[in-house]
């Protein structure tokens, strides 16, 4: 019985799990992008600033602050893949552009600010550890892959 209720939940988590590995990915991809752009806000005294306050603020109280901005992000990545589906690439691109700013400035900047108080929450908690496996397996595939490239070009076949 056990086992049985078991194999539901990994059944009804599934796709949860792929939804985070996916989200993962793009943002793994996407990350180096803007990386100049977020080490360079991060830096600003306000922001510096903000993230004492927000990080001063109940845990209830971050998690809307952290949750308000990741709902409207999020379902736009999303949004942004239908519309380049449809053929509208310029816009697509636009739109998970600003996407992925919002993400990386300001709900990873909260997250990271609140980041001790949000884990007290058990569920969260769960799926940012699934994240970072996620991450962690990504970084592993993405050093598999330069690996074989570095090979494959030291020693060219003819």
Known sequence: MKHQRQS????????LRL?????VI?????????????????SLSIV???GEYVGSLPRSAILVLFVVP???AE???IYALVVIARGHVISGLVIIALAYLMSFLLVERLF??????LLTYAWLKWIMDRVEIVRKWMAEVKESILASVRTWLRYPRN
């Open 8 to 15: 539901a939940w990994q059944l009804l988590l599934l796709p």
């Open 19 to 23: 939804i985070i590995a996916v989200l």
């Open 26 to 42: 793009i943002s793994e991809i996407a990350r180096p992008v803007y990386r100049p752009l977020v080490h360079w806000f991060a």
């Open 48 to 50: 510096k600033h903000f």
């Open 70 to 72: 990741l709902a409207i």
């Open 75 to 77: 379902p736009l990545k």
């Open 112 to 117: 990271h600010a609140g980041r001790e108080k």
